[in-house]
């Protein structure tokens, strides 16, 4: 299969459940490395986490706050610190 976005990362707000899951997955099956963010979701996070794995890709669940800019920041830091960049 054809993987376009291998070697890539991308950070996908939201992506605990539901529509955000779902994009996250696809993304991973298109070989993206995600970072996910959720805010009070930390288990439904740790498991679109496992299931992201399951593509061969890294997968990282970070805690944030979109309403606080501050929390934005600390997120895209760890993320960055993690895979070393963002590309989405």
């Known amino acids: 299969m054809d993987k376009p976005l291998a070697g890539k990362t991308v950070l996908v707000t939201g992506a605990a459940k539901r529509i955000g899951r779902a994009i996250a997955l696809v993304l991973a099956e298109s070989g993206a490395n995600v ?50 960049q963002i590309d989405v």
């Open 35 to 84: 970072a996910i963010t959720y805010l009070s979701s930390q288990q439904e996070a740790e498991a679109t986490v496992r299931s992201l794995a399951d593509w061969d890709v890294d997968a990282l669940a970070v805690r944030c706050d979109l309403r606080n800019p501050e929390n934005i920041e600390e997120t895209v830091a760890a993320v960055v610190e993690e895979f070393g």
